[in-house]
């Protein structure tokens, strides 16, 4: 059984069966037909493809935060690597190889077993090569940084 009438200046039309009742309703100039809409394929697809764009940017997203952790561990070594690199530096030449082979302690680095150390190269009396060292095992596994420098004997 189908029975059509207008409601409101919109077309409604409704099939009835012994279980089920469809109903439907079109804009006026524009006809009922049974192909309007989305099948519920369309709709499955279209979930799809929303659910691997949704996943491409959880990766994307995970990415950035473990980059933005290893940016803080390494910024954090290298500013705790210049404040003892500018320690060094004001100490005088006399003292600075009694520095070599010692270790430091790390600030802003917790949790992350940091080390610090000390290097000075004394082969050239008048010219130390001083290296400093920061060792930690971060995010992506054991990391290190270091600086080096030339003092000289003035």
């Known amino acids: 059984m189908q029975c059509t009438f207008t409601h409101r200046r919109r077309n409604v039309s409704w099939r009835g069966a012994a279980s089920a009742t469809f109903l439907r309703i079109s804009s006026p100039g524009r006809p009922v037909s049974a192909a309007s809409g989305f099948t519920l394929l369309e ?10 764009a949704l996943m491409g940017l959880a990766s994307t997203m995970s990415y950035a935060a473990r980059t933005d952790m290893v940016a803080g561990e390494h910024m954090s070594a290298l500013n705790a690597g210049r404040a003892e690199m500018e320690t060094i530096k004001a ?6 190889a009694a520095l070599n082979n010692t270790n430091f302690t790390v600030a802003g680095m917790s949790g992350l077993t940091p080390v610090g150390q000390v290097l000075v190269n004394t082969t050239n009396p008048n010219l130390f090569d001083v290296t400093v060292t920061v060792t930690w095992r971060g995010v992506m596994g054991p990391q290190t940084l270091t600086l080096r420098t030339l003092i000289a004997n003035q």
């Not at 100490?91 to 600075?96: D, K």
């Open 43 to 52: 709709a499955m697809l279209a979930a799809v493809v929303i659910l691997v």
């Open 91 to 96: 100490t005088s030449f006399g003292a600075l």
